[in-house]
């Protein structure tokens, strides 16, 4: 099993930044991939940045050149730089980690991009 507690959504004007963490606890060395989704109202989650242990990141179309995905392997920590947030990045945004068997998924912190 693996817990994950996210931190850092709020209200943003368009333009500014957010950053989002994610601390991973329980069997953490079991993880082959971990990643941020959204889900905006009346909308399916989609994804937002995936790394997996191959040492690379896949970003959707959607962020790449806006938000960057980082972890500290030491505090077992994922992170979600947001730079240049637009309104329609307004959504619940989740953290994930997955191992051979499951999904794990964090609670979800809502991203609000307005003025």
């Known amino acids: 099993q693996v817990q994950l507690v996210e931190s850092g959504g709020g209200l943003v004007q368009p333009g500014g930044s957010l950053r989002l963490s994610c601390a991973a606890s329980g069997n953490i060395f079991s993880i082959s991939a971990m990643g941020w989704y959204r889900q905006a109202p009346g909308k399916q989650r989609e994804l937002v940045a995936r790394?997996?242990?191959?040492?690379?990141?896949n970003y959707a179309d959607f962020v790449k050149g806006r938000f960057t995905f980082s972890k500290d392997n030491a505090n077992n920590t994922q992170y979600l730089q947001m730079n240049s947030l637009k309104p329609e990045d307004t959504a619940v945004y989740y953290c994930?980690?997955?191992?051979?068997?499951?999904?794990?998924w964090g609670q979800g912190t809502q991203v609000t991009v307005s003025s």
């Open positions: 790394f997996t242990s191959t040492g690379s990141t």
């Open positions: 994930n980690a997955e191992d051979p068997k499951y999904d794990y």
